[in-house]
């Protein structure tokens, strides 16, 4: 792994080992393709206008994005397809071997993929180690179950944000004896995005990410009458009743708000609270947001880094600045952070916001704001929060804090949301399914229940006897 992460580095080979051990952020210039099918990394294969990629943590420019036209999408297809044949005859012990290896080299690379996720996408070094460990049990969740997978490849296609972790991905599983272009990856935006949605031999898409996007890909995908998996956006409440443990409520609005810098699809961005305990949280509440160290997402210390992109960064402050025309208070942050750190000045950085006296009808009540922006509104009834917290579009996730056990039940039962969480939040383990109610998507990832959305079922009628016939 040291001499394949060599390229990326700006310092001499002879400096790798400690390098690897502790980058830091604007360290690292990647030069090496970023596509990867047929076993190898691949250049596009003419000329084509590359994409600047960013380092959010310092401004710095990261790589240079080759994005793949239809020749490029049409070979990676063509030898997923092949890679297909192969994986699908094998047993399920030689595909859990080949799983559980993978699970095993992601473990022994912990540091360095975490390392390589952070200054990719700009989140704090501590999230990014257990990401990764996320990964390597998902590997093995479905290890166990080999024999029943569906026994697909698949052309992956990142984010033109965030490139450069897909393809070690795609290095680990060639490594662990994988057939080659099992998981192949092809960068890009929205036109080689398109072009797999439209490939003859794409049998199935799925999709994370906007509401509006995921339109465009379910129309593209039914043209060729394609299965999709959409999980789409958000605007999830978390309700907090009058007798709920405080200090755990306080912790579950912090984790269902500022997590990946509120960069999560699932946050519970609409907090109801109590009228009753609504102004021993917000103290509580606005003096933990303050204390939350921004910085560096490289360091252990740091617990928000960047936002992904100067343009993104612009669009959440942007929801601050219209929420306070809307007559919300900002009780803490909503600006923009400028580290003391040189190197960081760059960055796409902000204060984590809360923002009071908030109204359903506010534009930050309304629309999905993907960022460190947590909305508060009091409530005075059971019926009454129910019935604000579904009037939405969307239903992706949702939260219930109380001691009453019935309470919990009774709220979670009405709720609108495909995942529902009870005193706790964004806890999401690989044997549950996920996924969302109304615009917020279609399918399950995660279970034994997402193997359904990956296969088809095919019914055999076997006669043992004679033909009864009325002819």
Not at 56 to 69: Q, S, V
Not at 221 to 231: D, F, I, Y
Not at 359 to 368: I, N
Request: charged fraction near 25%.
């Amino acid at each position: 792994m040291l001499q394949r992460l060599g390229p990326f580095m700006r310092r001499p080979a002879g400096q790798l080992a400690p390098v690897v051990r502790g980058l830091s952020s604007g360290s690292v210039s990647i030069k090496v393709p970023l596509n990867f099918w047929a076993g190898k990394r691949r250049a596009s294969h003419e000329k084509c206008i590359k994409e600047n990629v960013y380092e959010p943590a310092t401004g710095k420019i990261l790589c240079h994005l080759e994005p793949c036209d239809a020749v490029d999408v049409d070979q990676a297809v063509k030898a997923a397809k092949l890679a297909f044949g192969h994986w699908s005859k094998m047993s399920g012990m030689e595909r859990a071997r080949i799983m559980i290896k993978a699970a095993h080299i992601i473990e022994s690379r912990r540091e360095e993929i975490a390392q390589m996720e952070v200054i990719d996408n700009g989140k704090s070094i501590t999230e990014a180690r257990l990401d990764v460990d996320s990964a390597r049990l998902c590997i093995e969740y479905y290890a166990g179950l080999a024999n029943t997978l569906a026994g697909n490849s698949m052309v992956f296609k990142p984010s033109p944000l965030t490139p450069v972790t897909a393809v070690m991905l795609a290095e680990i599983y060639a490594e662990a004896g994988a057939p080659e272009s099992l998981f192949s990856v092809v960068q890009g935006g929205q036109e080689t995005g398109s072009l797999l949605c439209h490939h003859p031999d794409v049998a199935k898409v799925s999709f994370t990410g906007s509401v509006p996007t995921g339109r465009k890909i379910m129309e593209m995908a039914s043209k060729g009458v394609k299965p999709v998996t959409l999980e789409l956006g958000g605007k999830s409440p978390l309700l907090i009743f009058q007798d709920s443990d405080l200090e755990n409520a306080v912790r579950g609005a912090l984790m269902a708000n500022f997590l990946s810098q509120g960069q999560v699809c699932s946050n519970g961005t609409r907090v109801f609270v109590h009228e009753n305990i609504l102004p021993q949280f917000l103290e509580e509440v606005v003096k933990r947001t303050q204390r939350i160290e921004i910085g560096d997402p490289l360091l252990d210390n740091t617990r928000m880094g960047a936002l992904v992109s100067q343009p993104h960064l612009d669009k959440v402050l942007s929801f601050v600045d219209q929420a306070k025309k809307e007559g919300a208070t900002v009780l803490c942050g909503g600006e923009p952070f400028v580290p003391t750190d040189p190197k960081l000045r760059g960055g796409y950085y902000m204060t984590p916001c809360v923002l009071g006296e908030c109204k359903d009808e506010m534009t930050c009540v309304r629309e999905e704001i993907f960022g460190p922006v947590m909305s508060v509104l009091s409530f005075e009834t059971e019926e009454e929060v129910l019935q604000r917290a579904n009037d939405t579009t969307m239903g992706l996730a949702a939260g219930v804090f109380t001691r009453d056990v019935k309470r919990a039940h009774r709220v979670v039962e009405n709720l609108k949301a495909g995942s529902c969480f009870i005193n706790n939040y964004n806890i999401t383990p690989v044997e549950v399914p996920f996924g969302g109610f109304k615009m917020s998507g279609i399918g399950r990832e995660n279970g034994q229940v997402t193997i359904e959305y990956y296969s088809q079922l095919k019914t055999v009628f076997v006669e043992m006897g004679d033909v009864d016939s009325l002819f």
